[in-house]
């Protein structure tokens, strides 16, 4: 049973360059996700595009902090 990946396409936008620090085993999901990526995607993207568009996508999901946010 083939499950979607909750991250879609990648948008091109302006990068802004940060430096981050992954567990070796953070890093081994990120490039296995990478590979799944392009699997449904139908085209390779570098592991390290993946990570801003993950934690937007995780943000976003996060109810407590949109909520908190609109109080701002």
């Known amino acids: 049973m083939s499950r979607k990946l909750k991250l879609g396409a990648v948008l ?8 981050v620090e992954l567990t070796a085993e953070t890093h081994r ?9 392009a699997r449904e995607n139908g085209h390779a993207i570098e592991p390290a595009r993946l990570v801003g568009p993950i934690v937007a996508r995780f943000i ?3 109810r407590g902090f949109v909520r908190g946010r609109g109080r701002a």
């Open 12 to 19: 091109e936008e302006k990068p802004v360059r940060m430096t």
């Open 29 to 37: 999901l990120l490039l296995a996700y990478a590979e799944a990526h």
């Open 60 to 62: 976003a999901s996060d």
